[in-house]
C-alpha cells in the first residue's frame, strides 16, 4: 500500500547507438524502451543518437507496468539537450517553465505519445502526498482525477508526452486535475427490517458502539444474515481519509475506485480460499479482509471455512493488518475489519428447535462445533445464540430504525475517543484497568462469573471491554453491576 519513489536516471554517451535499462526492470520495463523511442519520434522529437543508459533506483527493488515510459522520455529529452527547464529555483513544478526536481511523475506512453492511465494512481497520490510533501504529481489524464481526491496535494493532468514537455519548458500549462465526483453510495439496508430477535439486535448494537466482534448462532431463517448486512449502517461514517484508504485497497485488488462514506461490508463464501481471504497471489493482491478495512467482515456458516483459512485471520484480527512474504518483499495491506461470523447450531440446523427435529449424531455436532478454534473463539468478544423466528414477531410493529441506533453508536464512539482515543475493542491489558474502573459489586459479579465459567484471562478481558462499552452506552463512567452482569452473558453459547 505504499508506492515507492523510483529514481529514473538517464545517461547519453559517445559508442554505438543502444538503449539499456537496468534496475532489475522486468518484461514490461524492457518493453517501454520500444514505446518510448516511438513515442519520442511521434511527439516531434529526435531519438538520441549514442549509447543510452536508463537506471531505476533503488536496483533492488521489483518494478512492474509501464509507468516509468514518462520519466524515461522526459530524461532523454533532458539529456539530448531538446528539453530545458530553468534552474529549480526559478519556478514552482505546478508552473510553466518549472523545474522538473519537485515534480513525481508516472505514465505509460503510447506509440503516438498519448498518456495511458496508470494502476492504483490513489496509492500513489496517498504516498507523494506522505512522502514528498510540496511535490506537484503528474499523472496521465483518467488517473489524475482520482489522485486529486487527496486533499494538500497539487496534482496536474496530462495528456501525451509533448504536453508535459511543453510545461516543463515554459511553452505550456498542464491543467489541474479535476477530482471526479463522489460516487454516492446506495443506503445501507434498515434495521427495521429485521423482525424480532430483540437479544441479537441488542448484540449488534453494543457490536457497533464498541468496534467488537460478534458471533451469532442460530438456526435457517433467524436472521443472522440480514442482522449482519446491517451493520455498516450502524456505524459511524467513514473519514475522508478512511475513505481514501478503503478506495485505495480496492484499486490494488482491482476493483473500481469509488470514496464511499458507509464502512464497507464484505461477505466471502466459505469456500474462498485462504489467498483470496487474507489477500496473496504472485503480485500480492490484497483478499477479503483487506477489501473490509475500516468495515465489516461478515463470514457466513463459520465451521465451513477451510481450517488453515481460519487460522490465517488471527494474527491480523490482532495486528490490523497483513503481511504477505515473498521471496524478494514482503507486501503489506492494511486490515482493520470488525468480524462478524454465524453459525448454525450443528450441522443441519436444527438443534435445540422446538418444532424441528435434528438428525445430527451428538458425535456430528461435537465435530462441528471443533471446526471453529479456541482461539479464534477467544478473540470474538460478543457470542450470541438467536431463537428461532418467532410468528408473532412478523405481526409486531417494525423494530427502531437504523438512523436511530446509529446515532446512539456515535454518542458512544465519542466517549471512547475523548477517554482513549479508540474503540473499546482496542483496549488491552493495562488499559482495562485503567478504564475499566467499577464498583466493588461489579467487581464481584465479574469475579464470580469468571470462576463459574472457568474463564481465562483472555475471557475476562473480553468480558470488560464489552461491559465498557455497555456503560458507555448507558453515559456511565463507571462499570456498575448490571453492564458487567449483561457483559458476561455474551459468551460462547453451549453447542
Ligand atoms: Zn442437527
Redesign the pocket.
Known amino acids: 500500500m505504499h508506492a515507492h519513489e523510483v529514481r529514473v536516471e538517464t545517461h547519453l554517451g559517445p559508442g554505438l547507438p543502444g538503449f539499456n535499462v537496468v534496475g532489475l526492470a522486468d518484461t514490461e520495463v524492457r518493453e517501454s524502451r520500444e514505446r518510448v523511442r516511438a513515442a519520442i519520434i511521434n511527439s516531434g522529437f529526435e531519438f538520441p543518437a549514442g549509447r543510452i543508459t536508463v537506471n531505476l533506483s533503488p536496483a533492488d527493488m521489483p518494478k512492474e507496468s509501464g509507468r516509468f515510459d514518462l520519466p524515461i522520455a522526459l530524461g532523454l529529452l533532458l539529456a539530448s539537450g531538446q528539453l530545458a527547464p530553468p534552474a529549480a529555483e526559478d519556478a514552482k513544478p505546478s508552473t510553466p517553465g518549472a523545474s522538473l526536481a519537485d515534480m513525481v511523475l508516472a505514465g505509460e506512453l503510447s506509440l503516438t505519445g498519448a498518456l495511458v492511465p496508470v494502476a492504483a494512481p490513489l496509492v500513489i497520490a496517498l504516498s507523494v502526498a506522505r512522502d514528498a510533501p510540496g511535490a506537484t504529481l503528474i499523472l496521465p489524464a483518467g488517473s489524475a482525477e482520482q489522485a486529486a481526491w487527496v486533499p494538500g496535494l497539487q496534482v496536474l493532468s496530462a495528456r501525451s508526452l509533448a504536453d508535459v514537455a511543453a510545461h516543463a519548458a515554459g511553452a505550456g500549462q498542464l491543467p489541474n486535475a479535476i477530482p471526479r465526483p463522489w460516487p454516492e453510495a446506495p443506503p445501507a439496508p434498515c434495521l427495521s427490517d429485521v423482525r424480532g430477535q430483540p437479544g441479537a439486535r441488542r448484540a449488534l448494537e453494543v457490536a457497533a458502539a464498541g468496534g467488537h466482534s460478534l458471533l451469532m448462532m442460530g438456526p435457517p431463517g433467524a436472521g443472522k444474515t440480514m442482522l449482519a448486512a446491517r451493520l455498516p449502517g450502524l456505524l459511524p461514517p467513514l473519514a475522508r481519509g478512511q475513505a481514501l484508504e478503503a478506495a485505495a485497497v480496492a484499486a490494488m485488488a482491482g476493483l473500481p475506485e469509488a470514496l464511499a462514506s458507509q464502512p464497507p461490508f464484505r461477505a466471502p463464501h466459505h469456500s474462498a480460499s485462504v489467498a483470496a481471504l487474507v489477500g496473496g497471489g504472485g503480485r500480492p493482491r490484497p483478499g477479503e479482509i483487506s477489501l473490509a478495512h475500516h468495515g465489516v467482515l461478515f463470514l457466513d456458516e463459520l465451521p465451513e471455512f477451510s481450517r488453515r483459512a481460519l487460522e490465517a485471520l488471527r494474527e491480523p484480527l490482532e495486528a490490523g493488518r497483513v503481511v504477505i512474504a515473498r521471496a524478494l518483499y514482503a507486501a503489506q495491506f492494511p486490515a482493520r475489519f470488525q468480524l462478524v461470523a454465524a453459525m448454525?447450531?450443528?450441522?443441519?440446523?436444527?438443534?435445540g428447535h422446538p418444532a424441528r427435529a435434528?438428525?445430527?449424531t451428538p458425535d456430528?455436532?461435537a465435530r462441528y462445533a471443533a471446526k471453529i478454534s479456541g482461539p479464534l473463539l477467544d478473540r470474538i468478544d460478543l457470542h450470541v445464540a438467536l431463537p428461532p423466528s418467532d410468528p408473532d414477531w412478523m405481526a409486531a410493529a417494525p423494530g427502531e430504525a437504523s438512523d436511530a441506533v446509529r446515532a446512539r453508536v456515535i454518542q458512544c464512539r465519542d466517549r471512547q475517543q475523548a477517554r482513549q482515543g479508540k474503540p473499546n475493542a482496542g483496549l488491552a491489558g493495562a488499559e482495562l484497568d485503567e478504564f475499566c474502573a467499577m464498583d466493588d459489586e461489579a467487581r464481584g459479579l465479574l469475579v464470580q462469573a469468571m470462576r463459574r465459567l472457568k474463564g481465562s484471562a483472555r475471557a475476562m478481558h473480553r468480558a470488560l471491554r464489552v461491559a465498557r462499552t455497555i456503560a458507555d452506552l448507558d453515559g456511565q463512567d463507571r462499570l456498575a453491576a448490571r453492564h458487567v452482569a449483561q457483559a458476561v452473558q455474551y459468551r460462547r453459547p453451549s453447542v
Open positions: 448454525n447450531p450443528c450441522p443441519c440446523g436444527w438443534r435434528c438428525a445430527c456430528q455436532v
